[in-house]
């Protein structure tokens, strides 16, 4: 009989954190992208086991560690955006929900050649990175504020892919022989 309104907010944030694919609270997209159902998918099974079994540390780090490149990568294009000088619209520029359009259907075929451009040609996302949906509407925004080309330099400059197309956050390869 605890009248305290406060006594359950701390497993409230946990258990929205645990629901939180993309680290951003309330985001009702985390199962609708092929790569939030891989992560969720990872959850449930993580949920599933014995806290101290092997697998579940195995699965609990591998989502750990999806989660944190996802926040590098976010904070890579919010980096870029706010050089290109959109420090205030940033976070809404890289906010996407279900309910997020294409602008123009005609800048699809652009958006994914710039995406994955971006992929290739640059180091903004990591070497294990599938290219996310996410980033696709994006790049669709910011080709509708003419801005998609300044974000590629932006990005090349500011992680540039080694000579001979190795990423830099690729380690020393061993020779080959």
Known sequence: SNN????????????DEEQNLWSTPHDVTHTEADDDRVLYNMIVVRNQLDKDSE???KLNYDIYTLRQTRKEVRSRWKHILEDLGFQKEADSLLSVTKLSIISDSQN???????????????????TSWELSERYLFVVDRLIALDAADEFFKVASAAYPRRPGGDRVDEGPRPPQG
């Open 4 to 15: 305290n309104p406060y006594v359950s907010f701390g497993a409230t944030l946990a258990r």
């Open 55 to 57: 697998e579940w540390q």
């Open 108 to 126: 699809m075929s652009k958006a994914r050649d710039i995406l994955l451009k971006l992929s290739e040609e640059t180091n903004i996302f990591p």
